[in-house]
């Protein structure tokens, strides 16, 4: 009768075992994809699109204009950016890079670390009603006559009109970390940060001196940034976030005339992004 009751005992763990090795297995397969029968959102091989638009700030900063005849700075120029009036354009598929928007494209390289490359296309804008600093020289008689006491009117626009408007793109790359806040089964929370680098790319819309406006897409200089963000995941696919990004802008050559000539203009400053949008997260690899 022991041996019965041994037998028994030893049938019933080897069972009891089994369920716990097949509960396991069901609850996440080989390839890690699938926990408690629900996707993983964020694990490796994981992409997302995302497309959003963004309000943005910047630090006052010097500005150089150098050319033919001319080398002087602008002190503490005051810009802003220019969001675009609610319209059409911001759901309109042949208009949605007229307002301010934001691309992304990620790929997991491990579980919740993605690198993340994108676009963010803000609009820079130079306030005209503003006295200014000016430090340098002019030699045109006309133009040096506007400088009174160590400073220049801007008001008028006869001296300089100055923007990124089409706009004040920068093409980045980063690394981003995801930390999983909430997990429901149609709805989870994404708390991430990171870094990332890139380059400039602006159209400029510059009026210097009366001459005919630049107005043409050219790298002018670098990019770096911190970023952190809150994403909204709906049945383990539709994203909604809210980033912020903080960072800094260096374009030692910005075009300023449609000529050959040497004539360029230089400027660093500090910069501040909120962006909103709406995304797409899949699996790039099968389940076994």
Do not use: C
Not at 183 to 204: E, H, M, Q, R, T
Not at 241 to 256: A, C, Q, S
Request: hydrophobic content about 40%.
């Amino acid at each position: 009768m022991k041996k019965f009751i041994a037998v028994g005992l030893l049938l019933s763990n080897f069972v009891f075992g089994q369920n716990i090795k097949d509960t396991i297995q069901t609850q996440e397969h080989d390839d890690g994809l699938i926990v408690d029968g629900r996707t993983k959102i964020f694990k490796k091989g994981a992409m997302f699109v995302f497309w959003g638009w963004n309000r943005s700030g910047f630090s006052n900063s010097d500005i150089r204009f150098k050319g033919n005849g001319y080398d002087f700075t602008l002190n503490n120029v005051v810009a802003h950016d220019r969001p675009s009036e609610l319209s059409m354009a911001y759901i309109d598929p042949t208009r949605l890079s007229i307002p301010q928007f934001n691309f992304r494209l990620a790929y997991f390289l491990k579980d919740n670390l993605a690198l993340v490359v994108g676009t963010d296309h803000m609009k820079y804008v130079m306030d005209q009603d503003q006295t200014v600093g000016f430090k340098g020289n002019i030699s045109d008689p006309k133009y040096a006559g506007m400088v009174q006491n160590g400073e220049v009117n801007l008001k008028d626009e006869q001296f300089l009109t100055f923007e990124h408007t089409d706009g004040l793109n920068y093409v980045n790359a980063g690394i981003e970390k995801y930390k999983n806040l909430l997990d429901k089964k149609n709805f989870d929370i994404f708390w991430a940060y990171g870094a990332g680098a890139g380059v400039l790319f602006p159209k400029s819309n510059v009026k210097l001196f009366g001459n005919e406006r630049s107005d043409r897409y050219h790298v002018a200089g670098f990019g770096l940034d911190a970023r952190t963000n809150i994403n909204f995941v709906f049945w383990n696919h539709w994203m909604a976030r809210v980033e912020g990004k903080f960072g800094y802008i260096n374009m030692p050559d910005i075009k300023t005339t449609l000529n050959n000539k040497p004539d360029k203009a230089s400027q660093d400053f500090v910069f501040y992004q909120v962006n909103f949008g709406i995304g797409y997260t899949f699996n790039t690899r099968k389940n076994k």
